[in-house]
């Protein structure tokens, strides 16, 4: 053991005399509070939506209520339109409807993921899911495109480059700069010695970064309470990330090469598993499991609600003809006929987002079969997955949503049907929007195919470090 | 440099005894880089890798525009097939409009993958585009996408730095740095040799990708939409500004390389630039842009527009802009009822109101557009030092995947929709007698479909005036930086 902290001991004094440590781990320790920073005010905007949006909608709710009241009373003379009467349940379920939201989770500031191009807030109405679903949040294309600094890009990009340029050239710069046969005769035991020095050197990026992050999330997210198990999730995470790279800089300077090759080698393996990997991969799902038609749904419930159109036509001409001197009420005729086109579109897009959402799922499925090569990408998904902003969660979000449409569906076809008009009583016990599904993280297949390539890459760096010769 | 002394002895002419240096120089370095078995393997690596890109792009596109143009026909036969009814609830069905695929978005998407791809053109709204294809894509997908652009924008000028870092330090190291300059080689013509050398990479680099992609755009053969000649001059535009963009990249290794002690501080330098442009200038500066021109939120950007709206009439009859309109109508054709009025009040009122909404929409879809171009401005405002800001909006502009380029196809949309809303309005104007009135297929035909030509060359010039002087500052900036590196250039 007392050469292990020899080794230690001496490489903390040696990498804290390099300016260039210093200001290495200064951009650290400032990138990563920046991100959380901006994790943040992210977090802030996305709540600030969440309640202007139910201010919103309880006004809404309140003006179609005192509508009525006037209505009942008698207040109000006119003949209202059924697109504004809030007695009809087919214009209102389809026309009003309810916000259905996802609201961040504690760590949510940790990373983007999906929630920049997921809406967090979806109008759900009795219309089928194609008029709602779809909507987006606005922002700039080119900001989506840019991405943003956010604390798993941090880990996952940037944590690797700071560990490779402290830890690459360990072993083969002492060995250029005829340091290293005198390093090594000095230990009793050469190998525990090499362990000092490189867990010296990697311990200094990981406790900066898990230091700043406990720092970062006890000043930023004042709002809500992190929770421990998630913060510890995290950290594991990114402990086991940072191994992988701090192994794999061993196993390439175990190799016994000079640190030109060690550093070219090693950005080259970065490139691989942080870009082009997860890139090839996004690309070949691309190309092997197109992506749905969108438009095909929206051309169907089209040519389903103009087919169902056409019926109700005939339905009523026939009814003018057998009764010629019934008194057209276009009042009833115009729901009967919104509700038939409504509830046909809606059988057609349901049938075609369930395909949809089979095909997506061999896209992913193809996807998980492929990830493991980038331990860059399954990090990625792990921290995501912490944050709340990933596909577990947008899926999740996406069953409520479904479950809450039937509701809200339920509630106002069974009125609708029957040509109920819509009470006080209805509008005080209108369906709310509950998130039922909540999956406990789950990240123990992205963390083991972490850990696999590491447990090799630290059978490889031992056998190199063990015949380490000057 | 055998052949350097050689052709020293032979000089005649200072002109001729340039060029004779300059050859020499761009020979050897080009042999150098020949022999070099690592360098031609990336360089294979990334010809290859951007041919596979351009091939999926290319894929991906044919069965896009496939998608749409079939599409478009079959929204086409349900907007003549309504049968017969009131002209005003054939504006609420609508039409709806495909974007046609840019046909070089298989060199550079740009935003497609984040902007909507159809509208839906209805009656009293402008509506935002809808489906974007990043929210099928998933997780993997937010790491970036394989596109020739992105290969060219981020790993090409790694290999550009790996060739160039050890130009003058590793001439320095080997002891023929001071053989050459006591030769009387000029360190700026040593500088320019090496660079054009580079340059011929570069384009070594570039030339099977123009090629490949002019073959494609060639048998994309979309020429409703898009003109032929008018996307080969934009490939063209598209890969000069590719050469001035990693010409830049070979003057700052050039100039590393001449200031730095040794080769190994020059290519950490130039590494740090490397990812400093590469990853962190974009999102950095995006997340600054954010702050600096807010946007609306989508729940903001729709209460204004219905805070406008809430002042136009709409089919509210109550409302006081109603009664003040129906006086007017009265007063002027000089009748007293509705009813004595020898047009369609109703097709008046429609028409009155989507008059009102049409300044409504442009009022606010327009600040919004403003704002984006804000931050695109800001964006691509250090491109002169972080090249990367620069050229990502200009080969977008010249690929027709910007947002601007998306923003003239929704003005394009939104046209349409408005011709459709007057259409109908006109007839119900001219010929609506009653409520009842009810018009038919002739009319839907009547209706043009929505029809898309993409803009010019001339748009994408001149909404990309930044990024081009940008994209210039970064190759004068990094050739004075490099001149003024080699000016005390060291021997030993």
């Known amino acids: 053991m007392s050469s292990f902290f020899a080794g230690f001991r001496f490489e903390i004094k040696i990498l804290l005399r390099e300016p260039i440590v210093w200001f290495t781990i200064i951009t650290l320790f400032s990138l990563t509070l920046f991100s959380l920073y901006n994790g943040a005010v992210r977090v802030k905007i996305q709540q600030d939506i969440l309640s202007a949006a139910q201010g919103d909608a309880s006004k809404r709710i309140d003006g179609q209520k005192n509508l009525l009241a006037r209505l009942e009373k008698g207040d109000v003379h006119e003949d209202l339109p059924p697109y504004r009467d809030p007695r009809n349940a087919v214009f209102v379920g389809s026309n009003g409807g309810q916000a259905a939201f996802l609201k961040p989770e504690p760590l949510a500031l940790v990373a983007v993921g999906l929630s920049d191009i997921f809406p967090q807030l979806l109008k759900v109405t009795t219309a089928s899911k194609d008029t709602f679903l779809f909507s987006d949040e606005i922002e700039n294309p080119s900001n989506l495109l840019s991405g943003s600094i956010d604390l798993a890009f941090v880990i996952v990009f940037v944590l690797p480059i700071v560990i490779l340029a402290l830890c690459f050239n360990l072993i083969s710069s ?32 990981i406790l900066t970064i898990i230091v700043t992050t406990a720092v970062g999330l006890f000043i930023f997210s004042d709002k809500y309470t992190p929770v421990m198990t998630d913060c510890l999730l995290l950290c594991a995470s990114i402990l086991l990330y940072s191994s992988f790279w701090v192994v794999l800089a061993a196993a390439i300077d175990g190799l016994g090469k000079n640190s030109a090759f060690n550093a070219l080698t090693l950005l080259g393996v970065w490139v691989i598993i942080t870009i082009l990997t997860p890139a090839g991969i996004n690309a070949l799902a691309g190309y092997i499991y197109p992506a749905p038609s969108r438009i095909d749904m929206t051309l169907a419930a089209r040519a389903a609600s103009t087919d169902a159109d056409k019926e109700k036509d005939a339905v009523f001409a026939r009814y003018k003809e057998e009764h010629p001197e019934a008194k057209r009420d276009r009042s009833k005729e115009a729901s009967l006929r919104r509700l038939a086109s409504q509830e046909a579109a809606f059988i057609q897009v349901e049938g075609i987002i369930k395909q949809h959402d089979l095909q997506l799922e061999h896209q992913q499925e193809f996807t998980k079969k492929l990830d493991f090569l980038s331990p860059a990408l399954l990090t990625y998904q792990a921290i995501v997955e912490i ?42 016990s209108l369906p709310k929007f509950v998130s039922l599904t909540h999956e406990p993280i789950n990240i123990f297949r992205p963390l083991l195919g972490v850990f696999i390539p590491t447990m090799f890459a630290v059978i490889i760096a031992f056998i190199g470090l063990k015949r380490c010769a000057p | 440099m055998s052949q350097l002394v050689l052709n020293s002895n032979l000089i005649k002419s200072n002109s001729a005894r340039r060029s004779n240096i ?140 790996l ?89 700052l290794g050039l100039g590393f390389s001449a200031i730095s002690k040794n080769s190994r501080a020059a290519l950490i330098s130039l590494l740090a630039f490397w990812l400093i442009n590469s990853f962190l200038a974009p999102r950095l500066i995006t997340d600054i842009a954010r702050s600096y021109a807010p946007t609306p939120t989508a729940l903001e950007f729709r209460s204004a527009i219905a ?44 028409h ?37 800001l620069a050229i990502t909006p200009f080969s977008m502009a010249f690929a027709g995947t910007d947002s601007l380029a998306q923003y003239d196809f929704t003005l394009t949309a939104e046209a349409h929709r408005r011709n459709i809303q007057n259409e109908v309005s006109d007839n119900i104007i001219n010929f609506a007698h009653n409520d ?31 990024a081009i002087f940008m994209l210039l500052s970064w190759v004068a900036v990094t050739i004075i930086f490099a001149l003024l590196s080699v000016r005390n250039l060291r021997p030993i």
């Open chain 2, 436 to 466: 009842s009135y009810v018009s038919g297929p002739e009319l839907w035909k009547r209706i043009a479909s929505f029809s898309y030509r993409s803009p010019s060359i001339y748009f994408a010039l001149d909404h990309s005036l930044e």
């Open chain 2, 163 to 251: 060739v160039s870092f050890m130009s003058f330090t590793g001439e320095r190291e080997n002891g023929t740095l001071r053989q050459l300059l006591s030769l009387g080689v000029k360190p700026a013509e040593l500088l320019i040799g090496k660079a054009l050398s580079f340059n011929i990479l570069i384009l070594v680099l570039i030339f099977p990708l123009v090629a490949f992609s002019a073959i494609a755009i060639a048998s994309f053969n979309n020429t409703i939409n898009f003109s032929l000649s008018d996307q080969l001059v934009r490939l063209i535009i598209m890969a000069l500004g590719y050469c001035l963009y990693l010409t830049g990249f070979a003057f």
């Open chain 1, 174 to 205: 002492e060995r250029e700069q005829g340091t290293l046969a005198m390093t090594l005769a000095a230990a009793h035991r050469p190998l525990a010695l090499i362990f000092g020095k490189i867990i010296a050197r990697a311990l200094l990026p």
């Open chain 2, 307 to 350: 805070q406008d709206k809430a002042k136009t009439f709409g089919h509210d009859e109550t409302h006081p802009a109603f009664v003040l309109f129906r006086n007017e109508i009265l007063k002027k054709y000089n009748v007293a009822r509705i009813e004595d009025l020898p047009v369609n009040f109703r097709g008046l009122q429609l």
């Open chain 2, 22 to 161: 300059l050859s020499a120089i761009i020979t050897k370095e080009l042999r150098e880089m020949y022999r070099d078995r690592r360098l031609v393997a990336l360089s294979l690596f990334i010809v290859i890798l951007s041919l596979a890109a351009i091939l999926f792009g290319f894929t991906e596109n044919s069965r896009l525009a496939r998608e749409r143009v079939a599409a478009a026909k079959a929204d086409q036969l349900l907007w003549t097939g309504q049968g017969a009814k009131n002209p005003h609830a054939a504006a609420h069905f609508g039409q709806y409009a495909f974007k046609p695929v840019s046909p070089l978005s298989f060199i550079d998407p740009g935003v497609n993958p984040y902007v909507g791809t159809s509208v839906w053109l209805e009656a009293h709204k402008q509506n935002e585009t809808q489906f974007r294809s990043a929210r099928d894509k998933g997780l993997a997908g937010r790491l970036g996408g394989l596109s020739a652009a992105y290969i060219l924008q981020t790993i090409a000028p790694l290999l550009i730095l």
């Open chain 1, 387 to 428: 944050a709340g902003t990933g596909t577990t969660r947008y899926r999740g979000f996406l069953d409520d949503i479904n479950s809450f449409h039937i509701k809200w569906r339920d509630f106002f076809l069974a009125r609708a049907k029957t040509g109920a008009s819509l009470t006080i009583d209805d509008y005080n």
């Open chain 2, 352 to 388: 009155r109101d989507d008059e009102a909404g049409y300044q409504i929409f442009d009022k606010h879809f327009s600040a919004l557009q403003e704002s984006f171009n804000r931050q695109d401005w800001l964006r691509t405002a250090p491109g002169f030092l972080f090249p990367i």
